[in-house]
């Protein structure tokens, strides 16, 4: 690829010693809250992503101030995993810093929005101090590590989790600019230090998501993930990992060389060593082979279907010098959280909090900030994060569990749970309007109150158990996973959104484009006929997504 | 050597006329007398062994003109004169002064102008005598403002306190002065003994013209700058006003009406008939007309509530009040005891905002940077008069206005540096100067030092300062945000910071304007001569030299 077809993306890293580009002096201007556009593209290696307000671009331009600027920041918790001491700290943070807002994201971890540029030093000194950090949280870089939250799915949970930090560490970048810019580290006197053989000056050509999947339950959505690992485990025991392969969500309007695709599982790896070694290799490929002039097409899944996957695999044989296994075989039948007690096999308790859109908020039906803080200030728990938004208190012994209980009824936390229909308990919207800069239409703001109107459709069809699982992206980039919902809806523009069926309820398959650009009476115009062949014509135990696909509706 | 007729309608006149109409009236006949002697003017012999100060005391920069005005003359008579500023006179040369004149103007409630501070406490200090002193006063004014020229006459009576001698009486000139000036300067050079040319022209119209030019204005744009959330509220109102007159740097002059509300409840608590006729400083006006726009009923001054207790024979202990609330806890007899009374009400004060715009970018507009000024009373919120009238402005509404000249308050020459330092509204002149440099092309460097609380929501004219910088139009700006961090840092903290820039741009040349509340100039002031010090000069003298070179203005409120 000669170097006039990089994108201007891949010319901003090889050019911005690693990393730094000139973000301090870029903090130091004190006429704007934004930063240069060559900075813009470097801080999300740094887990931050500038935003404004679009709710308030018009008011402020004839206020004649510049847009609201802000951060969001996202930290790196591989495998969703925070102490007590963290979660309170996180929480402060916010408060101090930020909206206030904890955003529990799709990826395990919690963002935090509203961030000034002003404050983001200070922001990320209290989370160092916490043991806390935004390393690579964005960016063309590996992501946030992901894997089955919940302790309960297997008595070996721990040893699989534990993968997620291997894996973490694994991949982290070399370059020690965030210690020097935004903790006041000095200066490297010798480079070589941060010479990072992975990355090199060109980091990857776009995300790399890896996911760790548990079966029976499909939490993760793993084959949403440029990596797959799908955990083998028999009689308790671990054997290694199904690696799949080329998973990615996201794709453009009106863009038809982009699409999303579902990781295709290539073999099986076992012993630590190879597991590692065969992780690294698939990003080396990726670093040398991926497309770096189209950002669009940069993803893993285009230079798999590219290259195609035999050659892919035999790739990654001879750069790991040994063969994959052949893939093992597994069954997912659900990806959902467990809401509510549970106790694992080593005795402990997990409680899983009903938490819509993973924000959490003092709101009329329940003090979810305010009890969670409450809770963290016993200190008797762990927090999990899940991947569909939701936090999982965890660790708590037999001993504590009245106490955390008592909690949890003092600020009515089980009792909004419960009241949670099997709809909303399923669904999952992203960010959207009005902070992400990518959003044609709202999501997280808008899913709730159509969440209201659906329900009783359900209802009037003896539905209102059916577990549907139901997604809204205010884009195409499908970060909520619209994408592999039975009933997904993905933004068009404001108030109207694509209607996507036909994906299975354990996130197998993707979904089909079934209506385009419906507002709200459209939607629930549509829905209701297929509620009630659904109700009449279903097979037993057959799942919404499944019928809508045996009947061809799309 | 007047016919009873004649006098009977001198009289009558008279009788009719108020203080300061009789005191227009007599600069007017001595301006009749002195240009339809018809004489040629007459030179006489030099007196050389005469000497003169004129020492004026200036704000806007009238009174330096004035006074430069009469040096000329003085001069051209042979005279040996010397002008010199209050701020810059040497207070132990007062008792060796022969002839003293000075010139000076009054500030809103009556005081001096600050350059005039000095002088005018000190000859308020009792303890010293002047008894060679031969000196007169030439007090520049507004008659819109309660206290006219009180500051002059204070200068004046206490002058003759002190054991002068009055060449000439005191002459208080309103905004229209110069004709008022020429005479004065006039009777002084001939107590002199010196030459009479007098260039007031026949035929001048005898009404006394205003000499302000009010302009009907066109709301355009009035948008609040702050954004939500800020505790600030700062209008930026843009005003359409067809021929408009004025140079970056100057104010306009906003007389606020009183709420018809407020007026309606005052008419019917004093039974007067609102369609009464008075007459009000030239002007025939009903009653509702007087206490709608022109009378202050608002808050009213210890010394109207002492006249009211007077007036209707009571002991009243003088309180912060408005007009109604007197009325209210102190009921007049009947409307004509009211009727009597009104009289004695004091116009309403104008307002003065600085001119945020500059002719060379708008023409025909006025643009204003208005903070909505909120305090409270009695645990009450409430609003300036003017500030609140002009927010709740809407496009298309029409406000009068006059312009207030400020030379004291002008950009250089186009090749020279400015270091402008304008926290909250004193943002204002600087947009001007701004707009006015851009537009110009003038090559100079500019700095500008803006605070306020917050960034995200008080940066006020933001977008406007970025496209400026990308422009290069301005070269460096430093912000300070008081209330974004624990500890509160203002427009000062940043000179510091920079001192030493700071100090190469003054020594460079730069001329250094100071424009917002009073306070911040003081501390301001403080830190300049801290920069100076720290640079190993002497900072009063070097600040002295700054000031008497016209590189270092204030304006202030």
Known sequence: MSENNLSSVEKIKQASDSL????????????????????????????????????????????????????????????????????????DIAGEHTTGVIKITTRQTVQLHGLLKTHIKPTIKAFSEAKLNSIATCGDINRNVICSAHPNQSPIHRQIHEFSYKINELLLPKTKAYYEIWLDEEKLLDKKEEEDPLYQDRYLPRKFKIAIAIPPNNDVDVFGNDLALIAIVEKNELKGFNVAIGGGMSSTHGNPATYPRLA????????????????????????????????????????????????????IERRTGFPLE????????????????????????????????????????????????????????????????????????????????????????????????????????CVALNTCPLAFAEAQRYLPSLLDKIEPLLDKYGLGKEEIVIRMTGCPNGCARSYIAEIGFIGTSLGKYNLQLGGDHQGMRLNKVYRESLDEAGILAELEPLFKLFAAERLKNESFGDFAKRKQIV | MITPEKNRQIQELVASLGREELIWMKGFLEGVLAGSSGEPALAKAPQSSTKITIAYGTESGNSKKVASAFANRAKQEGIQTKVVSLDQYRLTDLPKEEYFLTVISTQGEGEPPASAKKFYDHIHQNGFKLPRLKYGVLALGDTSYPMFC??????????????????????????????????????????????????????????????????????????????????????????????????????????PHNSELLVQAIIERTGIDPQQSFVHRDETCTAYELLHKKLNIAYLPERIITKYAAHTEREIEPFRSGLLELLIKHPVKDAAQFESFIQQ??????????????????????????????????????????????????????????????????????????????????????????????????????????????????????????????????????????????????????????GK????????????????????????????TDIIRESGEDADTFLDNLKGSGRYLKDVY
């Open chain 2, 501 to 528: 820039e700071f100090y190469e741009w003054i020594k460079n040349g730069a001329t250094l304007y100071v424009c917002g509340a009073k306070r911040m100039s003081e501390d301001v002031e403080k830190t300049i």
């Open chain 1, 326 to 429: 052949k893939e093992k075989p597994f069954t997912f039948t659900d990806r959902k959280d467990y809401y509510g007690w549970f106790k694992n096999s080593e005795g402990h308790w997990y409680y899983t909090p009903f938490i819509e859109n993973g924000r959490v908020v003092d709101s009329e039906a329940v003090a979810m900030k305010t009890a969670l803080y409450e809770i963290a200030k016993t200190r008797k728990l762990n927090f999990r994060f899940t991947t569909n938004q939701n936090v999982i208190l965890s660790d708590i012994t037999e001993k504590d569990k009245p106490l955390i209980n008592q909690l949890l009824d003092k600020y009515r936390v089980r009792e909004y749970t419960e009241s949670i229909s099997a709809l909303r308990r399923n669904a999952m919207a």
């Open chain 1, 264 to 315: 295709t599982v290539i073999g099986f790896v076992s012993g630590e060593e190879k597991i590692l070694k065969t992780i690294y290799e698939i990003a080396t490929i990726q670093r040398d082979y991926g497309n770096r002039s189209d950002r669009s097409l940069a993803r893993l899944k285009y230079t798999v279907d590219r290259l195609g996957v035999d050659w892919f695999k035999e790739e």
């Open chain 2, 150 to 255: 009180k500051a002059g006459e204070d200068v004046d009576n206490q002058l003759q306190y002190l054991g002068g001698e009055r060449l000439v009486d005191i002459q208080r000139c309103d905004v229209d002065y110069e004709t008022d000036a020429e005479t004065w300067f006039t009777s002084v050079l001939q107590k002199l003994g010196g030459a009479t040319t007098v260039s007031l022209p026949l035929g001048r119209p005898v009404k006394k013209t205003t000499g302000k030019k009010i302009y009907q204005g066109t709301i355009l744009t009035n948008i609040n700058l702050n954004d939500r959330g800020s505790s600030k509220q700062t209008h930026h109102i843009e005003i359409a006003a067809e021929g408009v007159q004025y140079q970056a740097g100057d104010s306009i002059g906003i007389i």
């Open chain 2, 345 to 498: 009400l004091e116009p309403i004060t104008p307002r003065l905002y600085s001119i945020a715009s500059s002719l060379e970018k708008f023409d025909g507009e006025v643009h204003l940077t208005v903070g909505r000024d909120k305090f409270s009373v009695a645990d009450e919120v409430q609003y300036g008069l003017c500030s609140d009238l002009l927010c709740a402005l809407k496009r298309g509404d029409t406000i009068d206005f006059y312009v207030h000249h400020n030379d004291q308050f002008r950009l250089p020459q186009s090749d020279r540096d400015v270091i402008m330092i304008g926290p909250g509204t004193g943002i204002a002149p600087f947009r001007a100067f701004l707009a006015e440099r851009e537009s110009t092309g003038a090559s100079g460097r500019n700095w500008l030092f803006f605070g306020d609380q917050h960034f995200t929501t008080d940066f006020l004219y933001q977008t406007e300062i970025q496209q400026w910088l990308d422009d290069g139009v301005l070269n460096k700006i430093d912000l300070a945000f008081s209330r974004d961090q624990s500890d509160k840092i203002y427009v000062q903290d940043k000179m510091k910071k920079c």
């Open chain 1, 20 to 91: 730094r580009g000139s973000i301090t002096s870029g903090l130091a201007d004190e006429v704007t809250g934004a930063i240069s556009e060559s900075d813009k593209a470097l801080v999300k290696f740094h887990g931050m992503y500038l935003q404004d307000d679009r709710d308030r671009r018009e008011e402020r331009a004839e206020k004649k101030l510049e847009r609201l600027y802000s951060f969001m920041i996202r930290l790196r918790l591989p495998g969703g995993f925070l102490t007590a001491d963290q979660y309170l700290a996180t929480q």
